[in-house]
C-alpha cells in the first residue's frame, strides 16, 4: 500500500557499500564535516541496480572505475548519520587505478585489526571481524 510505502522509505535506507582490500588493508573513507570512517559507496537511487550505485559511488567518491563486484552479505543497523535504520549491502570490489578522495570524501585510510581509528558500527562489527577471520586482512 503506497502509504505504508512512503511511511518506510521515510525510516528506512539501503545503501551499497564497497569492500575495497590492497595488500591485506580494507579502504574506508571519511566524508567532510564527519569524525567516523565509512564505507565507499552511497544509497540505491531509484531504479538503479546494487551494481550501477555502486560503479556511481565509487567513482565520485574515490575517482576510480570497478573491474569486479561480487556480492558479500546484507547488513541492518541504525545509520551511522541519520536517525533511520540503515540496510548495507556489501560487495567485494576490484577497481582500476589509485583510489583517492574525491568530491565530499575528505580522507580515506587503508585499515587493518590493529587501525585505531572510529569506524561506523556495520564495517566494525560485522564486516572487518569476517575478513580477519577470512585471513583477508591483516591482524
Ligand atoms: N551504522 C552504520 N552506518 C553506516 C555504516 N556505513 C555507512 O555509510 N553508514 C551510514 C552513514 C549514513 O548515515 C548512511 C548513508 O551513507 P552515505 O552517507 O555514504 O550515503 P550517500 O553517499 O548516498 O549519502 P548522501 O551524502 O548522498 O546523502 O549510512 C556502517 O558501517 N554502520
Same mark, same amino acid.
Given at each position: 500500500m503506497r502509504v505504508k510505502r512512503v511511511k518506510m522509505d521515510a525510516l528506512l535506507m !539501503?545503501? %551499497? +557499500? +564497497? #569492500?575495497? #582490500?590492497? !595488500? *591485506?588493508? @580494507? @579502504? &574506508? &573513507?571519511? *566524508?567532510?564535516f564527519t569524525n567516523i570512517f565509512i564505507s565507499p559507496g552511497g544509497k540505491i537511487e531509484p531504479g538503479e541496480t546494487q551494481i550501477q550505485c555502486l560503479r556511481r559511488e565509487v567513482a565520485e567518491e574515490i575517482g576510480v572505475e570497478i573491474s569486479d563486484a561480487l556480492y558479500f552479505d546484507s547488513f541492518e543497523r541504525e545509520a551511522a548519520f541519520d536517525h533511520k535504520i540503515i540496510i548495507i549491502h +556489501?560487495? $567485494?570490489?576490484? &577497481?582500476?587505478? !589509485? %583510489?583517492?578522495?574525491?568530491? !565530499?570524501i575528505e580522507e580515506i585510510r587503508w585499515v587493518n585489526g590493529k587501525t585505531r581509528?572510529? #569506524? +561506523?558500527? #556495520? $564495517?566494525?562489527? %560485522?564486516?572487518i571481524p569476517r575478513l580477519l577471520a577470512q585471513d583477508l586482512i591483516d591482524e
Amino acid at each position: 500500500m503506497r502509504v505504508k510505502r512512503v511511511k518506510m522509505d521515510a525510516l528506512l535506507m !539501503e545503501k %551499497c +557499500a +564497497a #569492500i575495497i #582490500i590492497r !595488500e *591485506k588493508t @580494507l @579502504l &574506508v &573513507v571519511r *566524508k567532510r564535516f564527519t569524525n567516523i570512517f565509512i564505507s565507499p559507496g552511497g544509497k540505491i537511487e531509484p531504479g538503479e541496480t546494487q551494481i550501477q550505485c555502486l560503479r556511481r559511488e565509487v567513482a565520485e567518491e574515490i575517482g576510480v572505475e570497478i573491474s569486479d563486484a561480487l556480492y558479500f552479505d546484507s547488513f541492518e543497523r541504525e545509520a551511522a548519520f541519520d536517525h533511520k535504520i540503515i540496510i548495507i549491502h +556489501a560487495w $567485494f570490489v576490484s &577497481v582500476y587505478g !589509485e %583510489c583517492y578522495p574525491n568530491s !565530499e570524501i575528505e580522507e580515506i585510510r587503508w585499515v587493518n585489526g590493529k587501525t585505531r581509528v572510529p #569506524i +561506523a558500527s #556495520i $564495517f566494525k562489527d %560485522c564486516v572487518i571481524p569476517r575478513l580477519l577471520a577470512q585471513d583477508l586482512i591483516d591482524e
